[in-house]
């Protein structure tokens, strides 16, 4: 798969996994297309580790799942960081 090919995957899979997690996630949408685009190296990443070959091609299916999942993952993970800083502070 081709870098451009790539990213737009990951654009997409970072849109898709912030509309499958429940709740309201920190950050606009540039940041949930960029942790997207994380979220599909980190899948690929966990997908190879297990022998999988998922980025042959951009319509593999194993491809999307593998972006998604990383996708919800990079976004959580980031949901747990930067949620650490909100809520009301009292003196």
Do not use: E
């Not at 190296?41 to 966990?46: R, S, T």
């Amino acid at each position: 798969m081709g870098f451009i090919a790539f990213l737009i995957l990951g654009l997409i899979a970072g849109a898709i996994a912030k509309l499958l997690i429940p709740g309201k996630q920190p950050g606009g949408i540039l940041l949930t297309l960029l942790l997207g685009v994380i979220g599909a190296m980190l899948g690929g990443w966990i997908a190879g580790f297990f022998g999988l070959d998922v980025y042959t091609s951009f319509f593999s299916l194993g491809a999307w799942i593998a972006a998604i999942v990383g996708a919800i993952i990079v976004l959580l993970i980031y949901g747990l960081i930067a949620g650490r800083g909100r809520g009301s502070r009292r003196a």
